[in-house]
Structure formats: C-alpha cells, structure tokens
Nanobody
Framework: QVQLVESGGGLVQAGGSLRLSCAAS????????MAWFRQAPGKEREFVGA????????NYADSVKGRFIISRDNAKSTVYLQMNSLKPEDTAVYYC????????????????WGQGTQVTVSS
C-alpha cells in the first residue's frame, strides 16, 4: 500500500479556485491509478475524477467536468486537483485514493486513502 497525504483545502468564495495536492510515499506511485473523491455532510462519498498511471488519460464526474482538472507528477509522487469556478455544492471533504481502476472508478476498489482535506465554498 501507499500512504497518501492531502493538502490545499480551505475556504473560498463561489467562483474562486483552489488546488489540492496529494503526496504519496513509496516508489510505486507511477504504477497506481489515482483518483479524487469527496464527501459532503450527510451524503455518500462520491467520485470526482481519476487519472491513469502515466497521466495521459483522465475521467471526471459530470458535476465537475469542465471545472476541475486532475494532473500528476510521477517524479514527485504527487497528484493534483485544480478546482475552478467553485460552487457552494462543491463543499466537502476531499480524499485522494490509489490503487483502483481507472474506469469505472469505484471507491470500493481503491486500497489506499488519504485523511482528507476540507474544502468550503461560501456563496
């Protein structure tokens, strides 16, 4: 397994941007499909997006398509989530995950999870 640590969350006004980072330990990072999920209070954890091992392919939930961008730097063992045009409904704890399938990206398939970082979007 790989250990994951997210950072970059915070409070932002609607229409603003944030960039989340997820740093991974271990030397096998480049072998893992990486994904971002989020969970709002009282709701199920939901898929946000995924990126293939090389970064050549990405997959997004419809709710964030066109606003969020996932990227990775295998040399730094880090995956990023650039969030633009944020909406109040994007408020959630965001988690990165490793080791699952690129598509479909089911939370139950991912073996390693970070502790999460809070993103709050004010209206």
């Amino acid at each position: 397994q790989v250990q994951l640590v997210e950072s970059g969350g915070g409070l932002v006004q609607a229409g603003g941007s944030l960039r989340l980072s997820c740093a991974a330990s271990g030397r096998a990072f480049s072998r893992y499909t990486m994904a971002w999920f989020r969970q709002a209070p009282g709701k199920e954890r939901e898929f946000v997006g995924a990126i293939s091992t090389t970064g050549g392919s990405t997959n997004y939930a419809d709710s964030v398509k066109g606003r969020f961008i996932i990227s990775r730097d295998n040399a730094k063992s880090t995956v990023y989530l650039q969030m633009n045009s944020l909406k109040p409904e994007d408020t959630a704890v965001y988690y990165c995950a490793a080791g699952g399938s690129f598509y479909p990206s089911l939370a139950s398939d991912f073996r390693s999870w970070g502790q999460g970082t809070q993103v709050t979007v004010s209206s």
